[in-house]
């Protein structure tokens, strides 16, 4: 069952379209990311789910009923926003009750649940502590407790790490996700972040100026990208201008020729081509190896070594490639040595050029 569904949801200001005839079905229970640059329309997407703003045109439903028009505040949805909008003057249990306050729930049921939340998010003994004390962290998993404090059938998340140093948001996103994935609570984030987009979601919803670029699994859209702007937003890719002869060969802007896996079935793309391989997947050879099909001359031109991954940037004469391995995968790697970058056929992928602007 799909709970929500968004149907050609537009939102118009003045004259500029900030979310252009979306179609969405967010799954049960699952985590779903919106990705894109800054102002490809995310935050108005989600905005209008939570009833924020109204759309221009099309409609929402949430458990088969219209919410299109339903205020916020009837919608039952837990929101946490990149300006966390903690009370500062209440302590970590009052801010996380506030929900259930505004419900006129219980005394006695309040405090039970403020228990139970605490334990969830690892704060028990923080109670009675004013929020202003807290860390940004701490202050993170408050504003989710709060958020999900009284049991929403929706969470809705924007940029909600935005304002941590990394390694707390990296450590951030496994709990919220671990929470969220024991919970099972259906839940909506904006990220710009491909890589917390990736570390979190069920699904990816990549967005492009107001539209929706493509819609699936982390994986899948990584390795299967529909268009040159997925490609380069998600994850690192070797993009590379080719020209295509429909019989399996792609020719690179060096003048070599490489075998690729999908090009007949590519054969009849019009317009620009590119070709897309990952860092990962190409592997460096020796002239020792020998030359062959697939294996590119080039020089080793720089070396990023961080100890458990290696990359290396590879002058191939007329482009450059990224390679990605392991100091202990390839020992003895130098800048200036002369290698043969081999792109497995199947590795290589042909996607369509992005439009000019
Ligand atoms: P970011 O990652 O920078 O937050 P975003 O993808 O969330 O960006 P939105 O905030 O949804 O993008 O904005 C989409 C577009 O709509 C932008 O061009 C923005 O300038 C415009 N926009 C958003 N809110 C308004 C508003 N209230 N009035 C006018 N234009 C707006």
Redesign the pocket.
């Known amino acids: 069952m799909n709970p929500l569904t968004l149907k050609a949801v537009t939102?118009r200001?003045?004259a500029?379209c900030?979310?252009d005839h979306v179609d969405l079905s967010v799954p049960d229970g699952k985590l779903v990311c919106f990705l894109?640059?800054?102002?490809?329309?995310?935050?108005?997407?989600?905005?209008m789910i939570a009833g924020l703003?109204m759309p221009s045109a099309g409609n929402i439903t949430f458990g088969g009923r219209d919410i299109t028009h339903t205020p916020a505040n009837r919608r039952d949805f837990g929101m946490v926003f990149q300006a966390l909008a903690l009370f500062p003057h209440m302590t970590v249990a009052q801010n996380i009750a506030y929900p259930l306050r505004l419900r006129k729930t219980g005394a006695a049921e309040q405090a039970r649940r403020v228990t139970e939340l605490l334990e969830m998010i690892q704060l028990p003994y923080m109670r009675d502590r004013p929020v202003t004390q807290l860390s940004g962290g701490q202050r993170q998993r408050v504003a989710i407790a709060r958020a999900i404090a009284s049991s929403p059938k929706l969470l809705l998340l924007d940029?909600p790490l935005s304002a941590l140093d990394a390694k707390l948001r990296e450590a951030m996103q496994v709990e919220i996700r671990l929470l969220q994935q024991r919970l099972g609570i259906t839940t909506i984030m904006?990220t710009?972040d491909q890589r917390e987009a990736m570390t979190m979601a069920d699904e990816i919803v990549v967005?492009e100026k107001?539209r929706i670029a493509q819609v699936g699994k982390p994986l899948d859209i990584y390795r299967d990208p529909v268009s040159e702007f997925v490609a380069d937003f998600i994850g690192l890719g070797n993009i590379l201008p080719v020209s295509h002869d429909g019989q399996g060969q792609v020719t690179l802007p060096g003048g070599q020729r490489v075998a690729v896996a999908n090009a007949a079935s590519t054969g009849s793309q019009s317009g620009d081509i590119r070709l897309l391989i990952r860092p990962e997947d190409i592997h460096l050879k020796t002239f020792a190896d020998g030359v062959g099909p697939n294996r590119l001359a080039g020089k080793i031109t720089f070396i990023r070594d961080v100890g458990a991954t290696l990359e290396a940037t590879i002058d191939c004469a007329g482009f450059t490639l990224t390679a990605a391995t392991t100091p202990r995968e390839t020992p003895g790697l130098a800048l200036g040595m002369p290698v043969l970058a081999e792109l497995p056929a199947q590795a290589c992928k042909l996607i369509a050029a992005r439009a000019a602007h």
């Open positions: 939102k200001f003045n500029a900030a979310v894109g640059p800054s102002g490809c329309g995310k935050t108005t997407l989600l905005r703003e940029e904006v710009h967005m107001g």
